[in-house]
């Protein structure tokens, strides 16, 4: 398929488990508590569960149109910004539209939704489309 300006990028689902969040940490070496200690989350930061990684979320954001495009969409730049925390157990819808297209860069409007509709992340990322 060769996208075209306001095509929407089919969503992805993505419910991230512990294991996820501390692997996530580890590969990263984002080493925040928050983000693996449940007992440090919630009786010194005062959050309800472990939070899922800023980072996590726009590479689930990404995965959305790399799903859709395969290899042929490479990654050249992504901004994003966070509007309501996401913990683990939250079910993220991930999605976007393609708002601009130039030779062989591809521009998305990105976003990931929480399952009660709330605008957790969004964000612009830039592709290299490959033929």
């Known amino acids: 398929m060769t996208p075209i300006v306001g095509t929407e990028v089919p969503t992805i689902t993505r419910m991230p488990d512990a294991i996820d969040l501390f692997m996530f940490s580890?590969?990263?070496?984002?080493?925040?508590?928050?983000?693996?200690?449940?007992?440090?989350t919630t009786e010194h930061d005062g959050h309800p569960g472990l939070l899922v990684h800023g980072p996590l979320q726009g590479t689930y954001m990404v995965?959305?149109?790399?799903?859709?495009?395969?290899?042929?969409?490479?990654?050249?730049?992504?901004?994003?910004?966070?509007?309501a925390p996401v913990y683990l157990g939250d079910s993220l819808e991930c999605g976007g539209t393609v708002t601009?297209?130039?030779?062989?860069?591809?521009?998305?409007?990105?976003w990931?939704?929480?399952?009660?509709g709330t605008v957790a992340t969004s964000g612009t990322?830039?592709?290299e489309v490959m033929p």
């Open 26 to 40: 580890g590969a990263a070496w984002l080493i925040h508590r928050i983000h693996y200690d449940l007992p440090f």
């Open 125 to 127: 990322a830039i592709f």
């Open 63 to 83: 995965q959305s149109v790399q799903h859709w495009l395969g290899r042929a969409a490479r990654l050249r730049s992504i901004t994003y910004r966070h509007s």
């Open 112 to 116: 990931i939704h929480k399952e009660d």
């Open 100 to 110: 601009e297209i130039e030779g062989d860069r591809m521009t998305c409007e990105l």
